[in-house]
Nanobody
Framework: QVQLVESGGGLVQAGGSLRLSCAAS????????MYWYRQAPGKQRELVAA???????DYAASVKGRFTISRDNAKNTVYLQMNSLKPEDTAVYYC??????????????WGRGTQVTVSS
């Protein structure tokens, strides 16, 4: 089994910054892509940012230029640096990873989420 544990959420004023972390542990041979998603109250979960095992990144248009995703492969950890936060960034942020634990295919795992609240 694989566990993903997020940390770093909290309450911040608009214009402020937060850094989220997500550490993967358990039966891990390798990790392919890692992702950050978010879900605001009453809205669908949306993809915020992605990073491949090689370090290529992609972002939702709403966060491009403000958020930076990165990863430390030695620590099986992905980060999300969030700057210039806006009230509309308020959501529960979830980590997701494609993990290969042996066998024929990778499996997809979710963390439990961490709350980010941006006050105006």
């Amino acid at each position: 089994q694989v566990q993903l544990v997020e940390s770093g959420g909290g309450l911040v004023q608009a214009g402020g910054s937060l850094r989220l972390s997500c550490a993967a542990s358990g039966s891990i041979f390798s990790i392919n892509a890692m992702y950050w998603y978010r879900q605001a109250p009453g809205k669908q979960r949306e993809l915020v940012a992605a990073v491949t095992s090689g370090g290529s990144t992609d972002y939702a248009a709403s966060v491009k230029g403000r958020f930076t995703i990165s990863r430390d492969n030695a620590k099986n950890t992905v980060y999300l640096q969030m700057n210039s936060l806006k009230p509309e960034d308020t959501a529960v942020y979830y980590c997701n990873a494609e993990v290969y634990s042996g066998g024929f295919a990778s499996n997809n795992y979710w963390g439990r989420g961490t709350q980010v609240t941006v006050s105006s």
